[in-house]
């Protein structure tokens, strides 16, 4: 018998993915021989399509190079994406270097952190768009 805590993970992971889920392409990634060279095509790990949440929320940071943070530092506009995904659904678990591509608008992200979030989903922290 399944945990409720299980359960309660899967029935929260497909409201989420019903709310505000898109599709998305995983493309596993290796390091080749010379690391001053890209990434090469994992063949064992197959591009896989899920359904996930993309998040590109922004944010106001303060360069720390001057001391503290006051009204007369210069802000700056960052933006942190991540996608969050099913467990259930990775039939192979996403390694930072991996391609996270979304169907929507083709944009590409290298996946920089992998986490899980402790309900049954992985959270992945992404680059700049490739």
């Known amino acids: 018998m399944p945990s409720p805590f299980a359960a309660r993970d899967a029935k929260l992971s497909g409201a989420i993915d019903n709310a505000f889920g898109e599709a ?3 493309a596993g990634r290796r390091q080749v021989a010379d690391v001053n060279l ?3 095509e994992d063949p064992d790990r ?3 399509l899920v359904v996930g949440t993309f998040d590109d929320a922004t944010g106001t940071i303060y ?3 001057r001391g503290y943070a006051s009204d007369h530092a210069y802000q ?3 933006s942190k994406p991540i996608a969050t995904i099913d467990d259930a ?3 192979w678990q996403p390694r930072d270097g991996d ?3 979304r169907v929507f608008n083709g944009a590409v992200y290298e996946i920089a952190r992998v986490q899980p979030d402790g309900y049954g989903r992985t959270v992945l922290t992404l680059t ?3």
Do not use: F, G, S, V
């Open 24 to 26: 998305l392409t995983l």
């Open 38 to 40: 890209p990434r090469d």
């Open 46 to 48: 197959l591009p896989m």
């Open 63 to 65: 360069p720390n190079a």
């Open 76 to 78: 700056r506009a960052a």
């Open 89 to 91: 659904l990775l039939t």
């Open 99 to 101: 391609l996270l591509t």
């Open 128 to 130: 700049a768009k490739k």
